[in-house]
């Protein structure tokens, strides 16, 4: 028992708290690839201008947005200079970053996710996290059951694909959405971090980049499992008395962020009506079959849907500028 009362877990957060991290598969390559379906099945990379030239004639400073599954095969991955990529593999099919066409898709996705589950945290361009606590089905298979639901809805909106994430907090869910990628859906319970969360490579915690991993290789920790067991003090004396204590928890699971709903980035007014829980809670208690039947819930949704609108055109931009200079893995 904490000082609020509530039972707590191996993870360290509420126990009941169920939270998914939704994250699309190889974004703008998929939705370039809606509009190119001969270039399916080939290696396919995203970046760069319009007329830069193509293939091994590209010349520019560009990099690589996003690699298609077959393009990651050969190596390639976002954030590798262009040149480079299409040194690696001549035959990759460069395709010229279209973001008006990625935001309409991320709209087009975030809503059909609101149709199940309101509470969302826009994360940028093409990931959010989602609060399934209250969702009607989420006892099921530990939240598999509302994952597929979403997924479903997803698909019928983009015909794009997605993986999901679901475990007790945002870190564990980030983590989990990456076991299963690409379309998979994956759950973690707190329990389960000894065996499938520990093994991991300390990259795999969002927050711990490239510099904290060679740092952490030189203490001997490779592993999250291995950070976990690494002495708090000699953590602190690393990395200081703020995020070396930060590392330790995230090692053991714990996180007990919440899911924030509103953006600094959205209008007071937008900002105003994103913070009238009402609403929100009542569209998160919305199934597509009782929306059918009722009303008034579908006026919740109706208005909630704009401001998931504004919150991705406002903020989708500020993802995916922060997300290539940190993130190991691709949109
Ligand atoms: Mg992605």
Redo the contacts with the bound molecule.
């Keep these: 028992m904490n000082m609020s009362g509530q039972s707590f877990s191996v993870g360290g957060t509420p126990a009941d708290r169920r939270i998914a991290h939704l994250?699309?598969?190889?974004?703008y390559a998929s939705v370039e690839l809606l509009r190119r379906p001969d270039l399916r099945g080939l290696p396919v990379i995203v970046g760069g201008g319009r007329d830069s030239g193509q293939g091994a004639d590209y010349r520019g400073r560009g990099v690589v947005t996003?690699a298609s599954y077959e393009a990651r095969a050969f190596g390639l991955r976002s954030g590798m200079p262009l040149m480079r990529a299409l040194a690696m593999c001549p035959d990759a099919v460069r395709l010229p970053t279209d973001f008006d066409e990625y935001r309409r898709v991320s709209r087009l996705f975030k809503h059909a996710i609101a149709q199940i589950a309101a509470v969302i945290e826009d994360r940028g361009i093409?990931?959010v996290y989602v609060d399934l606590t209250a969702v009607p089905g989420v006892e099921i298979e530990g939240g598999a059951a509302v994952a597929r639901e979403i997924k479903h809805e997803v698909f019928a909106a983009t015909s794009l694909t997605?993986?999901i994430g679901i475990a007790p907090n945002k870190l564990l869910a980030k983590i989990a959405s990456e076991l299963a990628k690409p379309d998979g859906i994956t759950v973690v319970e707190a329990g389960d971090i000894p065996a499938r969360i520990w093994p991991l490579p300390v990259g795999r915690i969002n927050g711990i980049g490239p510099k904290a991993t060679e740092k952490l290789a030189h203490l001997g920790v490779r592993t999250v499992g291995e950070l976990a067991a690494l002495p708090l003090a000699r953590l602190v004396e690393a990395f200081g008395p703020t995020y070396g204590p930060w590392m330790h928890e995230a090692a053991l699971g714990h996180d007990d962020r919440p899911i924030v709903t509103s953006r600094p980035a959205l209008s007071r007014a937008d900002r105003m009506r994103m913070s009238y829980s009402p609403t929100v809670y009542c569209a998160s208690m919305v199934t597509p079959r009782l929306r059918a039947r009722s009303a008034a819930a579908s006026l919740c949704i109706e208005s909630i849907t704009p401001l998931l609108g504004a919150a991705t055109a406002r903020g989708g931009a500020q993802g995916s500028g922060s997300k290539y200079s940190t993130r190991r893995?691709?949109?």
């Design positions: 994250d699309m598969d190889a974004f996003t093409d990931e997605c993986s893995g691709a949109v």
